[in-house]
């Protein structure tokens, strides 16, 4: 029984053996007969068919970064080079001369399409190619990593010995956005991959790149492979996606008000964050001067200024010596003091700072501006930002040693340790006297944006200080399934509740008519918040500067269960003047993206809707087309539409095609009219005023700050270019 199973399994090897000879020989006969391959259908005539067998990596596909609603930042997208044939026995599938004939020409039809390369620059590398006698080369810059819109504009062209390499490139869908968080990833010519430069694309690159592959095939000369010889030796796996807690919708917001206040103040640099305190979560990051993260040849500055950058703040580290005080229970509340300025002696042997009238070896400090409140409490010292009270409360009642304690406990100078983020620490001045006095209101010692925000985290969310963090998790692409969470982080509790909610208390009050921070106060929002102006040390000649300022404001809302916190700033010679519509811009759009309502008071136009729900849009292109199509556009969007001129039709608009538009805006249409009629510009603020001026080319001259109160011409007259525009805002 067992030699007849053993005469079977002969028999069938033999059968399979006879049948693989048969196939080979057929094929052996087909290509003698056909000159192609049987399996390939390759002409085996052809010179371009080669005889190697490459051996070769495969890329894993980068992952993608989003946002926390799963909206796309990063992807790796397909991309093409350009090659240019340059000998003459290529042909091209049909066997016909496929190579570049005339380089200049060539080049210049190139020109057409492709705006940055150099014609000169192709044309010799493309000659240089062909006293080589190469079969191919590649033309240079502006000519790698094409997009396929690109491809398809030169497939048009028709161009004899002009072919395309596919390869891959880095593109983001909306650029700047936290270009110097999110960083960028490009293309590496050595490694021939694409590979994280800077930001989160840098220091996540192990979990972004994933592990290439290798195959092994057979190719022709001129690259392409033949069908059935890839052989995969090694799978590859693609990296993961990185799902970050910013939001898309509210950082395109925050990236356009920062540039606003960048470039209307001409500042050295500028930035926000908006931030959930109970969490710890980052909205919003931006900081400028930008750049754009698919292009990225000019780079303004490496340097991420929210982590990586040190400054002295300002006023904005006020509410922590206030909440030293309270929280020690030596906060003096229904006390005076007298304002102004604050002259010293110091005793090293008792460690006792005395105010006096006398002279002083130290230098005096002032209140900002030269300003003289008289004699006022220490809670309308923190609404008026009093120098003097700071120094009060540190030299006549907190303790030293307590005082550097909540410091550390605070959180400040020392790194916060938010994860794939570069940090330094600053540097803690708090030697007696002048170091101590110095720090309490935010001078002689620096700190960075991300430490501020995580200590102000204790006073908006009822001690507990949480930190700040930017990747809410890791999946991995083919699953799903979450490779890594991160989580809100309570780092200590620096502060008790009731002293968190006493110092919100002070700070809800900063805002109010005449105080220091009275340009950001928002009609309908329940708001607490600290402003900061502070000076810059000079390294180069040991002075602060002169005329150069950090100007900041903290804020969260609501004030009693704060849902946001935003935290705006920059670095300019206007430090008095400027604006604070960019700021409320933010705010409202960060309460917004929390389902936060309230009534902003953008305008108290009598003519004007309040609405008082917000609500956020994508601004329609209006233009060269009717005003009924305007009407429909723009129905159910809860803006005030100022519409110029007495025309049908649609000339120009403001805001811009797809920009954010919120609830109580005002939205300008610019018709073809020949009549324009002097709106009622009570409640606008300088920025409808600079659209309307835009728009129209009648210029208005303004007097004061804030909101239109008064205007001289009235509404409903006509109006033209040489009509004289007086507003007074207030």
């Known amino acids: 029984m067992k030699v007849k199973n053993t005469n079977k399994r002969i028999l069938r090897i033999l059968q399979a053996i006879l049948l693989i000879g048969t196939l080979v020989t057929t094929n052996v006969l087909f290509t003698m007969v056909t000159k192609r391959h049987i399996w390939s259908g390759q002409y085996v005539l052809d010179n371009r068919v080669g005889q190697s067998i490459v051996h070769t990596k495969v890329n894993a596909t980068r992952g993608m970064i989003l946002d926390r609603n799963d909206n796309v930042i990063a992807q790796q997208v397909t991309a093409y080079t350009l090659v240019a044939y340059t000998d003459k026995s290529n042909l091209d599938i049909n066997g016909n001369p496929n190579y570049v004939k005339d380089a200049k020409k060539t080049a210049k039809a190139l020109k057409k399409v492709l705006k940055d390369i150099d014609v000169d620059k192709v044309t010799k590398i493309i000659d240089h190619s062909k006293k080589k006698k190469q079969l191919q080369t590649e033309l240079g810059t502006g000519t790698k990593r094409l997009s396929k819109a690109t491809k398809k504009k030169i497939e048009k062209l028709h161009l004899t010995g002009i072919d395309f390499v596919e390869t891959i490139n880095r593109t983001y869908s909306t650029t700047p956005f936290a270009s110097n968080l999110v960083g960028f990833a490009s293309y590496d010519e050595d490694k021939r991959e694409i590979v994280g430069k800077m930001g989160l694309e840098q220091s996540m690159d192990k979990y972004l790149a994933g592990k290439d592959g290798e195959v092994t095939y057979q190719q022709t000369v001129s690259g392409s492979v033949l069908p059935g010889t890839t052989n995969v030796i090694k799978q590859e796996e693609n990296g993961d996606n990185v799902k970050l807690t910013l939001d898309q919708d509210l950082q395109n917001t925050v990236e356009s008000a920062v540039k606003q206040s960048y470039e209307e103040n001409n500042a050295e640099s500028a930035w926000c964050v908006v931030m959930e305190p109970s969490t710890g979560k980052v909205l919003a990051w931006c900081s400028y001067p930008s750049f754009n993260q698919n292009k990225h040849q000019t780079i303004p500055t490496f340097t991420n200024l929210i982590s990586e950058s040190a400054y002295e703040p300002g006023s904005v580290m006020k509410p922590f010596t206030f909440a030293t005080a309270i929280d020690t229970g030596v906060y003096p509340k229904d006390k005076t003091y007298r304002a102004g300025s604050f002259a010293y002696v110091y ?39 009093s120098n003097v009270g700071i120094c009060e409360l540190l030299a006549n009642y907190i303790n030293y040693k307590d005082y550097g304690k909540y410091v550390k406990n605070f959180g400040f100078y020392q790194k916060v340790g938010t994860p794939y983020l570069n940090e330094v620490a600053g540097q803690k001045n708090l030697s007696m006297p002048m170091g101590y006095l110095n720090s309490g209101y935010g001078q002689g010692s620096s700190i960075t944006v991300l430490q501020l925000l995580q200590a102000y985290t204790s006073i908006f969310n009822d001690g507990k200080m949480m930190r700040p963090y930017v990747v809410d998790s890791i999946i991995d692409p083919d699953t799903g399934k979450t490779v890594k969470k991160y989580k809100p982080k309570e780092v200590g509790q620096p502060i008790s509740s009731d002293t968190a909610k006493e110092v919100r208390e002070l700070m809800s009050h900063v805002t109010d008519e005449d105080a220091s921070g009275a340009k950001f106060a928002m009609d309908g929002v329940d708001m607490v918040a600290k402003t900061g102006t502070g000076e810059i040390y ?9 005329d150069t300022y950090t100007s900041s404001v903290m804020a969260a809302a609501p004030q009693g269960n704060p849902k946001v916190m935003v935290y705006w700033g920059m670095v300019s010679t206007n430090y008095i003047n400027y604006s604070a519509e960019p700021f409320k811009t933010i705010m409202k759009a960060a309460l917004v993206s929390q389902g936060v309502s309230g009534s902003d008071g953008n305008s108290s136009n009598d003519e004007d809707t309040t609405y008082d729900k917000w609500e956020s849009y994508k601004m329609p292109s209006l233009a060269n087309h009717s005003m009924n199509y305007a009407d429909e556009q723009l129905a159910g969007k809860k803006v005030n539409v100022i519409k110029i001129g007495n025309g049908n039709n649609v ?35 300088r920025k409808d005023i600079t659209a309307f001026w835009q728009l129209t080319g009648i210029s208005i001259q303004t007097s004061g700050y804030g909101k239109v109160k008064s205007q001289n011409i009235e509404a409903g007259k006509t109006i033209t270019s040489s009509t004289h525009i007086q507003v007074e805002l207030k």
């Open 651 to 685: 000339i120009d608009q403001y805001p811009y095609a797809d920009d954010t538009i919120n609830s109580n805006d005002h939205v300008f249409v610019l018709t073809d009219g020949d009549t324009i009629k002097m709106p009622n510009m009570k409640g606008w603020t």
């Open 538 to 546: 000079n390294t180069e000649t040991g002075k602060y500067k002169e």
């Open 347 to 385: 005793d090293d042997a008792t460690k006792k700072i005395t105010r006096t009238s006398g002279e002083t070896p130290y230098p005096v400090i002032n209140d900002a501006m030269g300003e003289d409140f008289g004699t006022i409490t220490f809670d309308q010292g923190l609404a008026y930002s």
